[in-house]
């Protein structure tokens, strides 16, 4: 497994297959950046400089650019070079391999971009202020199919549980 982030606190572990059941999904993620697009008019409490300086970074794109960039799930066409120039880099260049089988674990401190990076895995941006870079495929196909798809659960770190539902019926809901 490969891993190169900005943020050095961000560790991915891939264990070996473990007992007991396991996925029979490969996971690959290829160069993958996630930046925040900065939205005019920006609502920035504060911090003007931030603002005119994320305003000045958007208006270097051109008006197809920005479509492209808030209605763009289909990720590949963006370059992290490209999102280097919006402002705010989240993540830059993850490259993760899991092999149906393995358990990956993901440990890092707060703000290291966890979160972010599952969000990212799950389909589960906010589309109109995060712009993404790089290739994601499950089973060798584009995560986009699988994003919507009944076969992907995601659970939350807090506790959103139903209390009523079992393990599996709670990654089925």
């Known amino acids: ?29 290829s160069n993958l950046s996630v930046s925040i697009i900065p939205q005019p ?3 920035v409490v504060g911090a003007r400089s931030i603002k005119r300086g994320l305003q000045r970074a958007w208006s270097r794109f051109t008006k197809q650019q920005q479509a492209t960039m808030h209605t763009n799930a289909d990720i590949d ?8 120039q919006i402002g705010l880099n989240v993540l830059r260049n993850i490259n993760l ?6 358990v990956c674990v993901l440990l890092g401190s707060s703000g290291a971009g966890k979160t972010t990076l599952l969000n ?51 990654l089925e809901f």
């Open 120 to 170: 990212a895995l799950a389909g589960r941006m906010d589309w109109n202020h995060i712009a993404m870079a790089g290739r994601i495929t499950f089973n060798g196909e584009k995560a986009k199919k699988y994003w919507k798809s009944p076969k992907v659960g995601y659970l939350y770190q807090d506790d959103h549980l139903e209390p009523y539902l079992t393990p599996r019926e709670t």
């Open 77 to 84: 066409n963006n370059t992290a070079q490209d999102l280097s």
């Open 1 to 29: 497994m490969d891993v190169s982030v900005e943020e050095p606190s961000l560790m991915l572990e891939s264990r070996g297959s473990q007992q007991g059941p396991a996925t029979s999904i490969e996971l690959k993620v």
């Open 41 to 43: 008019p920006l609502a």
């Open 97 to 102: 391999h899991v092999k149906p089988g393995q």
